[in-house]
């Protein structure tokens, strides 16, 4: 039986510190160099998520898009678009929230809605990329 992928991309916008706490201020710069500035920086971030499973005899798609783009929109982008990540998302809190950081987290959040809506749909991986050249990619464990 043939699975199939459904791949949508969302945006958002956050600002972040990359600053352990358990570090000093010097091994932080040493670490994290600029992204360590106390005031923090920003990025237009990109989110893929993808969703596999069989095509559904019924509705003939995988998984509703639109059921996926209200769940990421209330489950991710509501706490963090527009925000910033070290201070405003209570699911980030207490980590450095590097793009593997976040990613992981989505991950871990998007799986257990997606699960919630679908019995046979599931998510299978999400991308986050920072920039043009940095992204990180999530995916399901076999």
């Not at 791949?7 to 358990?22: G, I, K």
């Not at 360590?36 to 989110?47: F, I, P, S, T, V």
């Not at 059921?67 to 207490?94: C, F, P, Q, T, Y």
Request: glycine share 4%.
């Amino acid at each position: 039986m043939a699975i199939h992928t459904l791949s949508v991309l969302f945006e958002f916008s956050a600002s972040h510190r990359l600053f352990n706490p358990a570090l000093s201020e010097q091994e932080n710069q040493r670490l994290y160099g600029k992204c360590a500035n106390k005031n923090g920086h920003g990025h237009n971030y990109g989110l893929e998520v993808v969703v596999s499973g069989p095509i559904n005899p019924a509705s003939q798609m995988i998984f509703d898009a639109g059921l996926l783009k209200e769940l990421v929109e209330r489950s991710i982008l509501a706490d963090v678009d527009h925000k910033d990540l070290n201070r405003d998302v209570s699911w980030l809190e207490g980590s450095v929230p590097t793009t593997e950081v976040v990613a992981h987290a989505i991950f871990l959040r998007l799986s257990r809605e997606i699960s919630a809506a679908s019995s046979s749909a599931r998510l299978e991986e999400i991308t986050v990329r920072e920039t043009r050249r940095i992204s990180v990619t999530v995916k399901r464990e076999e």
